[in-house]
């Protein structure tokens, strides 16, 4: 697979008001995106750190993926994703036939409308990872 950047760093916050100021106020980084994902169960703020965006994930549902990771590790780092150049579809294939288990078969329409996948933590030293493409 081909990498071109670190899309963004996503990071589980279990309310997105609550932390906005420390960002903003703080750190002097600047909301420029909120938006909720449906089928993912979870709003989303985007700031941009020079060319990398963080992402905020708060839970709109006590089901969803976001809710349960901070139910069982709390706030901070849920996942790194990285733009692919060549496809997510293409690196999916790259990435299972090395070995590495797949969350995600085949790509699925994810925040700012970008296609994306996730690989599992536990074949990738421990970090969720998102793959992404614009």
Known sequence: MKISHIEHIGI???????????FEN???????????????????AFLKCGEVKL????????ESTIAKYIEKKGQGM?????CIEDGVSNALAEA?????RLIDKTPRKG???LNIA??????????LT?????
């Not at 589980?12 to 420390?22: G, H, M, N, R």
């Not at 992402?55 to 006590?62: K, M």
């Open 12 to 22: 589980a916050v279990e309310s997105i008001e609550a932390v906005l100021p420390y």
């Open 26 to 44: 703080v750190l002097g980084l600047k909301c420029y995106n909120i938006e909720v994902v449906e089928d993912q169960k979870v709003k989303t």
């Open 55 to 62: 992402e905020l994930l708060e839970p709109t549902s006590p």
């Open 78 to 82: 849920h996942h790194m994703a990285f």
């Open 96 to 100: 299972e036939a090395t070995g590495i």
């Open 111 to 113: 925040a700012e409308n």
């Open 118 to 127: 996730f690989l599992h933590p536990k074949s990738t030293v421990g970090i």
């Open 130 to 134: 998102e793959l992404c493409e614009h």
